[in-house]
């Protein structure tokens, strides 16, 4: 029987989970957390720690450097990227996120 835990994938290092439960959100103490966020628009950024963050509204490509593989990210979706990544995101939906740094 198939289990209804979310899938986490892992692309170039960022790891998503879509649509996590609500008890998970709980646990990470998601809520709480600080909230970025900024408009449709394409920007290099670097990781100088690893951030983990839940996407509360938007609709991403993360273009990591050395990568030719868009991962793409949305509402919903719990993402961790490592630290010391660099990468181009490229906002096409206004994001509003939840975030921490390690």
């Given at each position: ?99 921490k740094f390690d």
């Amino acid at each position: 029987m198939a289990s209804s835990t979310p899938a986490e994938t892992e692309k170039s290092g960022i790891k998503i989970l879509r649509n996590p439960p609500e008890s998970k959100l709980s646990d990470l103490g998601v809520r709480s957390w600080p909230k970025w966020g900024c408009s449709p628009s394409k920007f290099p950024w670097a990781y100088s720690a690893r951030e983990t963050c839940y996407l509360l509204e938007g609709k991403v490509k993360v273009f990591p450097d050395g990568s030719d593989d868009a991962v793409e990210i949305a509402a919903g979706d719990l993402v961790v990227f490592p630290e010391g990544m660099s990468c181009i995101w490229d906002v096409s939906v206004a994001v509003d996120k939840h975030y921490k740094f390690d």
